[in-house]
């Protein structure tokens, strides 16, 4: 069994900050892309972030700029500084992460989701 547990989110001021963090725990033999979406009450879910092994990163443009994603291949966590947060930010967060499992003698690879986090931009 593979697990991600979302951490960090919370009520924040517009122009303030917060870090949201990713732990993938279980039987994991590697993780490739992991990543950070975002879904607003009403709207599709959506790309915020995401990073590669290798740490090639890529934002959805209304975060360039403001937001970082971060990783540590070590630990299986990936972390979402975010900055300049406005009222639009509003959303439950979710990370996942492509994870290879070794199963008997083969190899599975699958994404897995969090839980999601409530990050809430309010003044």
């Known amino acids: 069994q593979v697990q991600l547990v979302e951490s960090g989110g919370g009520l924040v001021q517009p122009g303030g900050s917060l870090k949201l963090s990713c732990a993938a725990s279980?039987?994991?033999?590697?993780?490739?892309?992991m990543g950070w979406y975002r879904q607003a009450p009403g709207k599709q879910r959506e790309l915020v972030a995401g990073i590669s092994h290798g740490g090639s990163t890529n934002y959805a443009d209304p975060v360039k700029g403001r937001f970082t994603i971060s990783r540590d291949n070590a630990k299986n966590t990936v972390d979402l500084q975010m900055n300049s947060l406005n009222p639009e930010d509003t959303a439950a967060y979710f990370c996942n992460a492509d994870i290879t499992q070794k199963i008997g003698s083969g190899y599975f690879t699958n994404r897995h989701w969090g839980q999601g986090t409530q990050v809430t931009v309010s003044s």
């Open positions: 279980g039987s994991i033999f590697s993780i490739s892309a």
